[in-house]
């Protein structure tokens, strides 16, 4: 009877490995740096990268920048887009250069907190819908994929101050020496 528990637990857990290894081999894709490092938030001039998790072999598709919630169901077309489509052939889910914050991605022209939305899209079979079954990719359906901002006035404002002060210091101290 002991035996027989000792076996049955073995054999579920077996089996519960099996499925979580299974549901953490899935097809991802996530806005990155050009080294691959997940990045969610970009600034004026700093470039937009997507990488693909979990891919086998090489695949071809479309990818899209679009704006968030843009999409959010099977059979919605993939509309408004920002940037797209980057036709891409045999990827391994290398990192893929989208564009530059400012130039084909637009950033907020108002002042911080403004931020704009986006969401990645990778169109498996290229039809120009978003289809999960077939393949189609986004990097976060419930949520932004990654957003553009203009820095804080302090993020600028306080390394400006400190050169400031520095030059200031060392012409005082000059004008002393003297």
Not at 22 to 51: H, K
Not at 69 to 87: F, H, L, M, R, Y
Not at 149 to 165: K, M, Y
């Amino acid at each position: 009877m002991a035996k027989a528990k000792v076996i049955t637990a073995l054999a579920l857990t077996v089996v519960m490995l099996m499925v979580m290894t299974g549901l953490a081999a899935a097809q991802s894709i996530q806005s990155c740096d050009s080294s691959g490092n997940t990045q969610d938030l970009f600034y004026s001039g700093q470039e937009v990268w997507v990488r693909g998790d979990n891919f086998t072999g090489s695949v071809t598709g479309n990818l899209y920048v679009t704006w968030n919630g843009a999409v959010s169901k099977d059979g919605d077309p993939i509309t408004q887009i920002v940037v797209g489509p980057i036709t891409t052939t045999n990827w391994d889910g290398t990192p893929q250069k989208l564009g530059t914050v400012g130039n084909e991605i637009p950033h907020p022209s108002a002042p911080p907190p403004a931020a704009y939305a986006f969401d990645i899209i990778f169109d498996d079979n290229q039809d120009g819908k978003y289809n999960s079954t077939d393949g189609d990719l986004i990097d976060k359906l419930d949520c932004s994929g990654f957003k553009t901002q203009i820095p804080e006035f302090a993020t600028i404002a306080i390394p400006v101050a400190a050169i400031l002060g520095l030059v200031l210091f060392y012409s005082y101290r000059k004008r002393k020496e003297e």
